[in-house]
């Protein structure tokens, strides 16, 4: 989905519903004539403040909204490029678009009246997954639990299954609120999967983002899933595609 800035006015039929004019939608292709729609006010929000004065550092799997096509854009960055700039995945183009640092912002939402952002709010001991920066690990969701919070969105965290160098116990680590996201619900695909569906697929103790390439013959349970985050970085080398059984692909979903 994507928001776009406009001016709206009561309805005169439906108190719940407005007509709003956009700032940078047009309904000629001449480009005269503003665009006016009737929306209900579950679809609006004021303008969100401007962005805050320190600078956003933004990194590999972090949730932006980025501005594209006069409006802004849910996505999420998938490579960090030199320069300032980040490839994008927009999910209602569903293509990969690179952005300049100043057309990103972190996603926020409009909660009883006010700005929140759009992370959740999480609790000791509660089951969560998380997305490391570990550099090998880039790219992967790790099953973890809450272990108290640390800090401004940061909280303490212990994995399930990565251990620490020693192999004494789980490793523990200091994580952003927007690399946390709850433990999805269990997904029943009705129909299986297609090709190009987002997936998770289970690798090396995590759920690793990618897409279905291709099945591995007809009617087979086995899916071939492309792993962008596993790419080895040589020009001579492809994107990696690795088989797994149907239990372990699922849905993919982001925080």
Sequence with gaps: GSAAPGTPAPSSADTNRYVVEYDQLYADESGEKLLQETLDSIQLRPPPPPPEKKKVQFKFEDEVEAFYSDGWWEGAIIAEHSGGKFAVFLRGFEEQIVFEEKDLRLPV??????????????????????????????????????????????????????????DTEFLREVIRACNIRPCPPEIIVVDGFKVWDAVDAYYNEGWWVGVIAKRKRKGSPIWISSLPALTVKSPAQDVPSLIWSRPKIKIHRSP
């Design 109 to 166: 939402q409009w909660v009883k009246g006010k700005w929140e952002p759009r992370f959740e709010q999480f609790t000791q001991g509660m089951q969560v997954e998380v997305l490391t920066d570990e550099d090998d690990l880039k790219g992967a969701w790790f099953a973890a639990t809450i272990i108290e919070p640390s800090g401004e969105d940061k909280y303490l965290i212990e994995y399930k299954t990565l251990r620490n160098d020693d």
